[in-house]
């Protein structure tokens, strides 16, 4: 096949609605084993991320040891620690061979049908080395820090969405799309 005909050759991503693309074009988003349509972000493949090495602990809390604020007494607590020691940057960080500093962060769920779900989704994502990252801390403004990669974690058991806790209705709903975004469902 000659270069024009190649050219001339379009393909349709099939979880997209009307995206098409000259596969010479296309063939450049392709990256790891995964695809990510540059027009809406819908992922193929299975995408894999550039966490670096940690540990992630996951605690399931009896009611009352740990309570969420708007969910009753009776409700058990999952908490999620992650843990990152300090490092050097791999090849595939943003600046290898440069040193990084690593964190602790704690995360919460409620123990029922919906907190369950997004647990085992954030292991996934965990496993895929989506949840954190290296770059610049938005809170404190330093550079090469493990900071977290999109997906957002209630931090805290109380306070509602300004304070990174509980209640927040719509937390659950954002998470799932969060993390569907990244391909993991």
Known sequence: ????????IVIKLSKCT???????????????????CPNCG???GIRVGSQPDGTINVIRHPPGIVP???????????QINYFFPNGTQKEDHPFPGQPYEGTSRTGYLPDDEEGNEVLRLLQLAWD?????????????????????NGVHHKTSTSGGFQSFGYPDDTY????????????VQ
């Open 68 to 78: 969420l604020s708007g969910y009753p007494s009776t409700m058990g607590t999952i």
């Open 1 to 8: 096949m000659d270069n024009l005909n190649v050219d001339k």
């Open 128 to 148: 895929r080395k989506l949840t954190f990252r290296i770059g610049t801390s938005l809170t404190t403004g330093k550079e090469n820090q493990v900071i977290w």
């Open 172 to 183: 659950f709903a954002r998470v799932k799309e969060e993390l569907s975004d990244l391909g």
């Open 42 to 44: 819908k992922t193929y």
């Open 18 to 36: 009307d995206h098409y693309f000259h596969q010479r074009c296309i063939v450049h988003c392709y990256k790891k084993g995964f695809l990510v």
